[in-house]
């Protein structure tokens, strides 16, 4: 069963508007969540995150919302250009023998059209 | 740059044949991990490992296997390699929450 879902296999957006990026999660033990941007071709990297204790944080253009009762985290790019079109995946961060194990969604591929 | 290298970064193999892949980092990180990604399912662990010689199961290592002799060095061997083996494989290391990923190697199997 998946612990961490992107519902939205695509999203489409114009440049300049806002790109909002859907992540649920089943396990109210995870305690840490990122997102992962991934370019084709290129390994993925980080691009922001946020702790269980917070509900908000901010990167410049990247804000990720956290709303632990509905067990849903968003990522929001504002304003959203063509170079942030690539594949993003949400991870959820557990701490055991593994170090940092995450688990990752299905991942996202969002297109921005200039 | 988090200093990982992978090598080979393309492979196309027959089916039945073993394959190693390499992976390879400058920083002496401790955890080092297998991922594989496929359309569809996002990033899967295979195999990750805590220490030389210390290794333990991800959530898809059937078929395949690891081994880390080298505290630099982390190899991922599919003894008999499938079709459904296909796929971009993906190393990285850790550092406090964070994940660093390896550039890839895109391997398929003919």
């Known amino acids: 069963d998946q612990q961490v879902k992107q519902n939205s296999p695509s999203l489409s957006v114009q440049e300049g508007r806002i790109s909002i990026l859907n992540c649920d999660y089943t396990n109210s033990m995870f305690d840490y969540f990122l997102w992962y941007k991934k370019y084709p071709a290129e390994g993925p990297t980080f691009l922001i995150s946020i702790s269980s204790i917070k509900d908000k944080n901010e990167d410049g253009r990247f804000t990720v919302f956290l709303n632990k009762s509905a067990k849903h985290l968003s990522l929001h790019i504002v304003p959203s250009q063509p170079g942030d079109s690539a594949v993003y995946f949400c991870?959820?961060?557990?701490?055991?023998?593994?170090?940092?194990?995450?688990?990752f969604g299905k991942g996202t591929t969002l297109s921005v059209s200039s | 740059d988090a200093g990982i290298t992978q090598s080979p970064r393309h492979k196309v193999t027959e089916t039945g044949t073993p394959v190693t892949l390499r992976c390879h980092q400058t920083e002496n990180h401790r955890y080092m991990y297998w991922y594989r990604q496929d359309p569809g399912h996002g990033l899967r662990l295979i195999h990750y490992?805590?220490?030389?010689?210390?290794?333990d199961k991800g959530e898809v290592s059937d078929g395949y296997s690891v081994s880390r002799s080298k505290t630099e060095d982390f190899l991922l061997t599919l003894e008999s390699a499938t079709s459904s083996q296909t796929s971009v494989y993906f190393c990285?290391?850790?550092?406090?929450?964070?994940?660093?990923f390896g550039p890839g190697t895109r391997l398929t199997v003919l």
């Open positions: 991870a959820a961060s557990v701490v055991n023998q593994a170090g940092t194990a995450l688990i």
């Open positions: 490992s805590y220490g030389v010689k210390d290794t």
């Open positions: 990285a290391i850790s550092t406090t929450s964070l994940l660093f």
